[in-house]
């Protein structure tokens, strides 16, 4: 079997036109993009990574600076919350004092999950750039990753016209 280079670079062209198809197909079926025009989808498309995630990884940690929004070309996602609930006990020492004493404990709540051709991320970008929940993939995932200064370069040219 033989392959010439012209052929290989024609392969490797269509598949890459096929995975930009695809990841413009997902974008523009996102809430986040399914307001903006053509053009400025086809932007974000060429801006994305793809990443191949295996099952159990976590992807983003509560807590964490985010860096990128992230769009799931295939597979599904566990989303987990660390809630502090606080308290206070309060009970009689004597006839006229009390004590007081708060307390605080940390409960890991499950979140709706994440499907194929959802996104996750964008929040972190409206909440100090820190995440609010840990995303962890419950099967192999297909995943594009849009670096944040990127979206923000698309979203100011917008702005200005660019």
Known sequence: LELRKTEYDELLKTYREGE????????????????WAKRR???????VRRLEIKKGTVIVTQGDVAHDIFFILDGECAVV???????????????????????????L???KP???GECFGELAFANRGLRTATVSAVTDCTLLALDKVEFERVISDGRTGG
């Not at 606080?86 to 006839?95: C, F, K, L």
């Open 20 to 35: 930009v198809r695809r990841a413009y197909f997902l974008l523009r079926n996102t809430p986040l993009f399914m307001t």
């Open 41 to 47: 989808v086809q932007r974000i498309c060429q801006l």
């Open 81 to 107: 919350k660390d809630v502090v609930r606080q308290g206070i006990n309060r009970w009689p020492t004597s006839i006229n004092t009390w004590e007081t004493v708060g307390r605080s404990s940390h409960e």
């Open 109 to 111: 709540v499950p979140q």
């Open 114 to 116: 994440i499907k194929k």
